[in-house]
């Protein structure tokens, strides 16, 4: 028996970093995914195996998740540890991971396997619900990064255009706004727990400075979400280019991604990082009259693909 399930990438679309903090963040699912397979194998074991690397441990010996060589992949046996430990079986599991979301970009690819990963290895067992879901996702991704907000693994689960912020969870912002979006992918790898920790290094040397962005950041993101729903582009965009300016102050950007915005600004609404930056990616806010020119010059100096919302959000199949 197979379980499959499938879970989308994210943008930021106003407030990474800013979030970890307790400020209310603007985010949607993409609709790039990562799938998951899981199925029972004859040997005690929990083998994964995904384009980045395969990794296998002794069920007998997943009480030192420590010893997980590809860091990356703790959090996936920490959810196959949960399952098996809260489900008796004398099998082991198989976990496939295949995915449409670059990963080390800032595009929500480890949030949504750990999504894809829980639902498809519970699976085996008992379905869970989309709220039961997103509470071991979350814990799963803080067993390698402990600050993590959990924007990330929320907008993955349930899909659509929401705000998010660490007290509230995530509320629907519009059912159905149909935003296009240009991704540009800097080529710079990120780390986002190195960025994240580098934040908090310039937000405790920089308290006041820190206190007043977060001030501007919390208007920037009341408007945004005025102008979403009264579907203003320009206003959006000229939002996105004042959040980049902030993300650029707390240190954030490099002068690639600085090129790639003042590119996308020439054509485009407006653009601004996405995600930890650091490198990673650059979102533009486009429509029909100004997508193909957009995409024309970014992809003069960088890889880029056009990209919908996506309202399902976790998939079992
Ligand atoms: C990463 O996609 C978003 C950050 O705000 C971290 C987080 O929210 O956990 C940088």
Redesign the pocket.
Known sequence: MKSVASAPGKI?LFG??F??YGIK?VLCSIDKRITSTSQFVDERVIRIRSSLGESEMSIDSLDNLEKVQQRFMKPFFYIAQKAIKENSTKYGIEIVLESEIPPGV?L?SSSAACVAVTASVNGLFCKLSKDEVVKIAIQAERSI?E??????SSVSTFGGLVSYDLKNGFENILSKNDLSFIISNSAQAHN?QD??RQVRKFKEENEDLFSKLCREETSIVNNAIESLKENNLNKLGSLMLKNHDLLKQIGISTEKIDLLVQEAKKTSYGAKIT??GGGGCVISLVDNSNSKDTLDNLRKISDCFVTKIDYNGLRYS
């Open positions: 930021i990474e970093h979030v970890v963040a800032g929500g990064f600050q993590n907000s959990g924007a990330d986002t960025v994240v995600g930890a």
